[in-house]
């Protein structure tokens, strides 16, 4: 464990296997210096128990950097179900997981990923407290999509204020790729400020839904990357900032939802050095964890949620400032701010 190349000083990972419902589950704990552990489930069914553990290790640090960029009580975690979403399913396997959870006393408190339902959390629920992202109950915060969405349109403004010298997006011309929760809200925001929309996605219906609200242009999903676009605003798959896609883009800007943009951490450097403005995704996409976080805290706030997400923009220009003025790469100049809050943490 501690020569996995993806192992970064974890406080703790725990495989939990019930023979009778058949999981196989991990939980990787990153870092609890500033509160508990707090990180999504994703269920996906690896090739190979390695990869289970790989996704385990990378996403809780991912979710460390993420809860400190947001200025969040949280700590870093995350779980996987090693299993096919589709068929591998059932309330079983979600009380064993449960049970799991409960037994790390509050150290990680999940909520769904890729592949869990609210449906699935709702079985979690009836064995452990440490769950969030629930449609009912006192301080259930429900979908999170609108306000990662508020977050990421506040987003791009700054983005734009500082790659074009203002934030008014009228006339801008912006490709986003992924209409679904995120996409779809994030393409209301933006053209009601009047921005020139092009949109993909693999959803025909949802193009269609979209297009007719907004007048947005369709395009096909390989189409987007070649778009005479301002702004470049992924909100579906990862990965889509690679050595293929990266010379095709002709906007100054890439800001969007989507979680794990860049392919390779490299992209970072590229991507500056084709004078690109990258708002590094753990930080614009925040809002969604800020509900979250909104909803572990007990009594959920709306106001509490919109201060926190003031903050969380002003943390993004800090990141965007700072490394344009030192010409360094977003995501280098805002892990370097996550560390440091983390390694600043008083002890609880
Ligand atoms: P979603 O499933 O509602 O939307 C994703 C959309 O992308 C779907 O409409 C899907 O059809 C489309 N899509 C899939 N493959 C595509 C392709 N090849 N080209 C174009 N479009 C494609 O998911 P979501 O909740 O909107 O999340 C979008 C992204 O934002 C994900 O990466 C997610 O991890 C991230 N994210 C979401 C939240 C949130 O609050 N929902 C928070 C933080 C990060």
Redesign the pocket.
Known sequence: MFDHPSFDGHESVHMFEDKASGLKAIIAVHSTALGPAAGGCRMWNYATGEEALRDALRLSKGMSFKNAMAGLPLGGGKAVIWGNSKTDKSPELFEAFGRAIQSLNGTYYTAEDVGISTKDMEIVATQTKYVAGLDQGEAASGD??PI?ALGVYRGIKASAKRAFGSDDLSGRRIAV???????GYLCDHLAKEGAELII????EA?LKEVSARTGAKIVS?DEIYDQHVDIFSP????AVINPETLPRLKARVVAG???NQLSIAEMDVALRDRGILYAPDYVI?GG?IINVAAEISGAYSRNWVMGKLNVLIETLEEVLDEALKQNAPTNEVAEQIARTRIANAKPA
């Open positions: 999170p999509s990662t790729q992924g209409v679904g929760h995120v996409g993909t996605d693999i959803d949802l999903t909100n579906a798959l990862g939802g989507a979680n996409n969604g």
